[in-house]
DNA sequence: GAAATAGTGTCTATCAGACATTATGGC
DNA sequence: GCCATAATGTCTGATAGACACTATTTC
């Protein structure tokens, strides 16, 4: 039985109690999509078709439906497989951004989710003109972008950089087979620095994150390398110590 | 010059646009305020006042007023002070939380921050019925909590620990002024697990972001400790490795 | 000097980085 | 055999945990 539900005195009035449908902030789901092509790290944008900021390039995202969306995650997810037919994403939420001044139509708050999806996995909606992959240089794009959108990307090119030093949610950026080798080339596109293939394969291995396939890839000239599938794909792992950037 | 502003054909239809103000959500912070009572980890708790979950305890919060407060940042920060009186806390945002079942009222999200406040510089408005310290056991607390309180109590919890190994949030629990077996001990009271007194120490001293304050404390029995002050209460610093949990 | 607590020194197992070496394919 | 790439082996410096030891206070 619960006490304090038993004490009749009590006098807290809530904020919560008192507001009115007017009062209420405009809430919208917005979403950084990640992948990596062209040996490049790409984040998925769309052009504004309408004020404020037509013409802008923007994270995709929108208005929550309450009558749609049971929860924000599920909101993120539909709106995620709307953009770009994945079926299994990496999908997380980040952070919420809200204040007066962010969006000229009046007092805004919008939660950020995280996605990594394989380059071949995606299937995107829409032509060139109006949603597109576009190269990530350092923690933003070349073009200007709606909102405060540009802000949003560097704390989300800050976040992907800093969780891969400690879990290995980068498979997510590949295809479900792949070899060590592409898993290394994946983070040195991340971080744009070398990493030491013999430090890197140990970390890999120890964390007993993958398995082998029986089979081999070649492709290219030299030793055809082995192919491995992630394990565990809810499991979250953690590296003992954090990848460091100072290597070779 | 933006390229992607001079292209007309942008045809891309946000729902972003399309939100009347009928199916906006309603929006909420809450705060889940830590601090080190009794030789135990605390959570500040009110009573509800109204329905639903009338007399039920909850984190303290409530609906954003637009009209009021700039940001979510800034709502956060408003309502901790007005609960605690502290001037100066460590805050933090967590998580956003949002779905159509969270509150019988209808669709809602809650953003909800996250505070180390020290137990001396707080001065709680309201009495004892309404507003009150609790003692958190493992992730919760004993009392039924309103809402989803409970879920979101434990993932601080979690995130607190999590933090703990390799920040130095520990030190906002304490006063200004501590010393090294203080801040020992708040881990330990925190991890629930006593530590190495020269690794931590080590650990610490490493780390470099405590000053020595010139003269002693005695108080018990025993040699006296040096006095220090956390240095650099901006800048956020990480610990090399991880603090083991399996210490002693 | 005994008790109690603060603070330091040292040993060792572990492990990341560096880099040399071997393995396996195509031509 | 040569090239290219994959994969493994080895050495070394750094460091966390363990624990013994010293230091400084009160009684």
Redo the contacts with the bound molecule.
């Keep these: 039985m619960n006490i304090s539900a038993t004490e009749p005195d009590a006098v807290e009035v809530s904020h919560r109690d008192q507001a009115s449908q007017s009062e209420k902030p405009f809430f919208s789901v917005d979403l950084v999509i990640f992948t990596i092509r062209e040996e490049c790290l790409q984040v998925l944008l769309v052009k504004r078709a309408e004020a404020p900021f037509k013409g802008r390039w923007a994270l995709p995202g929108g208005f929550l439906e309450p009558g749609r969306d049971d929860s924000i995650e599920v909101c993120a997810m539909r709106r995620l497989i709307e953009k770009t037919g994945v079926q299994t994403p990496y999908l997380e939420q980040m952070k919420t951004y809200g204040s007066c001044n962010r969006d000229p139509r009046g007092w805004t708050a919008t939660t950020v989710y995280f996605a990594l999806i394989a380059q071949d996995s995606a299937r995107l909606r829409g032509n060139q003109a109006t949603v597109r992959w576009t190269p990530m240089q350092g923690d933003g794009v070349k073009s200007e972008l709606a909102f405060d959108h540009a802000a949003i990307l560097a704390d989300a090119a800050d976040r992907l950089r800093s969780k891969l030093e400690y879990t290995h949610i980068a498979v997510h950026l590949l295809p479900e087979e792949f ?4 898993l290394q080339r994946t983070y040195e596109i991340i971080f744009q620095q070398p ?9 890999v ?2 964390a007993d994150m993958l398995e082998e396939i029986s089979g ?1 890839q ?1 492709e ?8 491995y599938r992630f394990r565990d794909y809810d499991r979250r792992t953690f ?10």
């Design positions: 070899t060590l080798p592409e990493l030491d293939k013999s430090s890197f394969r140990r970390r291995t120890q081999k070649r290219g000239p030299g030793r055809p390398a082995q192919i590296f003992p110590r954090s990848i460091s950037r100072h290597a070779r």
